[in-house]
């Protein structure tokens, strides 16, 4: 399974880099914590904008082992970026959620994946031309499940 959606992610790269004009596409990394486990991650982020001020932003986040329990999300959210001046801007944020979660006791191990929805906010703010700071907080809704995540990350725009 893993395989198939980092391909997936390396197809999206591909055919987003192909097509984008000057502004219309990054690639960031980020740090996560997730709220129900207290579970910290890693994670990568594409952003597109076909459209002037809307963005689909595919992302993965890994979260590391805590308390017996890991998990990684596989995200497509979609953004409507508001500028507020020319090096800042804000952004509401929705869009749906795979999380599978892994969970090991006294060497037996448990896999579990739920699909769900994001709903959120977010904000960036130019560091440079093409570098830009962002941060997003999110509330993911999954069945039995919900959690708040929080993202803090550098993007690079092509």
């Given at each position: 399974?893993?395989?198939?959606?980092?391909?997936a992610l390396v197809a999206l790269a591909t055919a987003f880099?192909?097509?984008?004009?000057?502004?219309?596409?990054s690639i960031g990394g980020q740090f996560a914590y997730a709220s129900k486990n207290s579970m910290a991650g890693l994670g990568a982020q594409l952003q597109y904008e076909p459209i002037t001020n809307w963005r689909i932003a595919p992302e993965f986040i890994y979260y590391f082992e805590n308390d017996n329990l890991s998990?990684?999300?596989?995200?497509?959210?979609?953004?409507?970026?508001?500028?507020?001046s020319a090096t800042f801007a804000i952004y509401p944020l929705a869009g749906f959620t795979y999380a599978n979660f892994r969970a090991e006791v006294m060497g037996v191990s448990d896999?579990?994946?739920?699909?769900?929805?994001?709903?959120?906010?977010?904000?960036?703010y130019q560091i440079k031309e093409h570098l830009h700071f962002f941060t997003e907080e999110r509330f993911q809704i999954l069945k039995n499940w919900n959690q708040s995540v929080t993202c803090l990350g550098l993007k690079y725009t092509f």
């Open positions: 399974m893993k395989k198939y959606i980092l391909l880099g192909a097509s984008a004009e000057a502004g219309d596409f998990a990684f999300n596989v995200n497509v959210n979609i953004h409507y970026v508001i500028p507020t896999n579990e994946g739920r699909c769900g929805a994001n709903i959120g906010m977010g904000a960036q």
